[in-house]
């Protein structure tokens, strides 16, 4: 684990004024990611209240040296993944640099203020996109709440199967289709039989839904053969954003049997555009919860002291949902549910640490999704398959309006914050998707 | 399809001499590929007879004009993913030239034969990669014997699941792992709860397997949102290759639910480096096996009459296997199984379709599997789990070996070839793999 250093003070203030109480991007947080300013190509730059700093412009006015220099030299291209590949101490060397230079107190505060329009954008006038060219994307199914809830739909006396308090349960999703956040979602057509009906038909999804995920991006990575100790996993993880994993309930039920979700789930799944580092998150490492008793404990592999006492993380999450009628109406998005990442059953090193146990090579660039993170309450619940019992129980929204699933026209929007007394909060920027109607 | 023309001509001789009559690359296949030759760098070539063209340099030769120059230029870097995101026309341009290139009676033979080891490499002295670097890698189970067999493991009266004859299923696999056909693939270690074993524990797979496949190379592919029709499939695949998805059974049986395959399947898949193209194979195309009475017709998004006519292979694959005792002895593989591509319920073209159907962006040097291709005889079974019913009836080798599953030092070699009356034999090289000891 990262330990705390000054780059984590609360007391410390950036001359970018926005970044002073931001809910997401103060000064103690930096992300990275690649973006676009008007009429320019894409570029690596960092999150500082509602500007960016252009990474590339400030690596070419030599504001680096050492291993920082090291760091910004690799995320001068027009992705992350060379930054990825390096090992922590070049990005920790980076963020104390970029933490120095943005500091309202700092010694080259007038040069690099100076600068002015040359380093910072503002957020608004550009184009966010992946912070990496994907290499594989993962989905485990951590989120043992949602796991129980959707067990329970089938299975109502037994809704966990025996393994899932063995193994991480994970599978293999669509790379090529993750997309940053912001874009149209296409409702997916696909084959859909519904017990009501005695043969599958093809045709646009009924019941279009939402997964709140967090998403964890893995770099340096191991060789083909080897494995990942648990105890070195978390040098794999570079980097976290929120991740809505969009299902189609009616597809997904048909075709799952017996290989897992397939064109359920590939259509489509969109990331924050931000890579919030393991560094930001140091403050708000937490102990894996208790297992209830009766729960075995996880294997060798899986088990590590340091990762049990502070490899879960205390993000609080939430899911919004602008329906077309409220925007139309210039309103805003409702709160429809919100959980926080301590409800995970498994820490993302367990994940790293199953993902490579059979020799799997993971790669700078690779993403990781956790499974849906819900609560135990319905208001706490990270899908509308859940919050509608399969879509029995419709959700009444203050406007009078009404959701079994999503309708055309509907915005989701995750955002998740990180608060702890005598810290500055941070947050991951929204991840946000809006349905369109099928082709 | 690609129609006929004076490529496919089973008179035509190279002055390649060792191409006339070879069992896998007479100048009627021309195949494309990456290869290395000794202390140079990776490059494209083509396989004729025991050699490897050099595609760049006979490109820097100025050997090609028009769209066959259009094709070469793509193909000169160290991936084929260019070629792959051209349409077919540029590919069928190249392979007319190479092919009247190589031809013995060709006009610039005399030149062409000139430049001799400049152009010409001995395979035996090349490394050979993967063809392309992969974007996703998706599993289909289109073989039905295979499915059949495997579900009646599990499911003695209902082999078949429900959606199986409506659903071409499939799942998403792990591209980081794919490699290409020769070297040693590490038993993987993992969870295995053995229904005799109270608790899982993790180690080495004790049923390690094969699995027979046909791998499909994708390009130029669709853009997110969109949909392949069914009648244009065939233009988004450009080659095919043999394909081992090894499996480790105890692995999958306790991790598999409800999300599908994951560790049991992630740690390395064999592919024949050799890209097979569609106009190589165009003499070898089948019609769709009729459905027996009773199956359902595909749904319209899956229904083309030029792909029922033609849209299946005519290919003969074949398993061997060489135990290490064997290899000691320096005595030959033996042929353990072998069945043919006309096995699949699923064309490729509807595989394609289907992937797409909901949305989901295919692109250049995107991999498809087939699924696990078996006949209806045990001797032509695409997997030991189906050869020994699950580990129950171990297979007697003529060595007097016996194998339940794979042990280490087995060599699992497949071979492929297209024969028809009328036209030369073609063939796809080897896909190979040596088992080595868990780490």
Not at 268 to 281: D, Q, Y
Request: hydrophobic share 40%; charged share 20%.
């Amino acid at each position: 684990m990262t330990s705390l250093d000054e780059t984590h003070d609360q007391n410390r203030r950036s001359w970018v004024a926005s970044a002073n109480g931001h809910p997401d991007f103060p000064i103690q947080n930096l992300p990275f990611g690649i973006f676009q300013p008007h009429g320019g190509a894409p570029r690596s730059g960092v999150a500082i209240g509602d500007e960016i700093l252009d990474l590339k412009e400030a690596f070419s006015l030599g504001l680096f040296s050492g291993l920082a220099r090291e760091a910004a030299e690799a995320a001068s291209g027009a992705t992350l993944n060379p930054l990825m590949a390096l090992g922590s101490a070049a990005r920790v060397a980076l963020r104390a640099r970029l933490s120095a230079l943005l500091d309202e107190a700092g010694a080259e505060r007038t040069k690099v203020e100076g600068y002015g329009t040359v380093l910072l954008h503002k957020a608004v006038d550009c184009i966010l996109h992946l912070p990496a060219r994907i290499g594989d994307y993962t989905d485990f199914y951590a989120g043992i709440n949602h796991a129980t809830n959707v067990g329970r739909l089938f299975r109502p006396d037994n809704p966990l199967l025996p393994n899932y308090k063995y193994v991480p349960i994970g599978y293999h999703g669509r790379a090529s289709s993750v997309r940053a956040s912001g874009g149209a979602v296409v409702r997916p057509n696909g084959q859909r039989k519904p017990a009501t009906e005695e043969f599958p038909s093809y045709g646009p999804s009924r019941n279009f839904d939402y997964e709140l995920e967090l998403g964890i991006w893995i770099g340096p990575g191991n060789a083909l053969g080897t494995t990942v100790p648990i105890a070195a996993a978390d040098q794999h993880i570079v980097g976290y954003c929120l991740l809505n994993d969009w299902s189609a309930r009616d597809i997904q039920g048909w075709e799952y049997q017996p290989l897992g979700p397939f064109l359920a789930k590939n259509f489509h799944t969109t990331v924050s555009p931000w890579l919030v580092t393991p560094e930001a998150l140091a403050p708000f490492r937490a102990a894996q919860a208790p297992r209830p008793d009766g729960d075995p404990r996880p294997l060798d592999y899986l088990w590590d002291d340091g990762d049990q006492a502070t490899g879960a993380l205390d993000i609080a999450l939430e899911v919004l949902l602008l329906t077309a009628g409220r925007r139309m109406a210039g309103e805003e998005p409702i709160r429809i549910g919100g959980s926080n990442t301590r409800e995970l059953y498994w820490t993302p090193a367990q994940m790293v640490a199953h993902h490579a146990s059979g020799g799997c090579n993971l790669g700078p660039g690779d993403l990781f999704g956790s499974g849906t993170i819900s609560g135990t309450t319905t208001d706490s619940f990270g899908s509308l398959l859940e919050i509608t019992e399969g879509g029995r129980k419709p959700l009444a929204l203050p406007s009078g309006e009404t959701r079994r699933f999503l309708e055309d026209g509907d915005e989701v929007v995750f955002r998740a914050q990180c608060r702890r007394e005598g810290f500055a909060t941070i947050g991951f920027g929204e991840c946000r998707g809006r349905v369109v109607p099928a082709v």
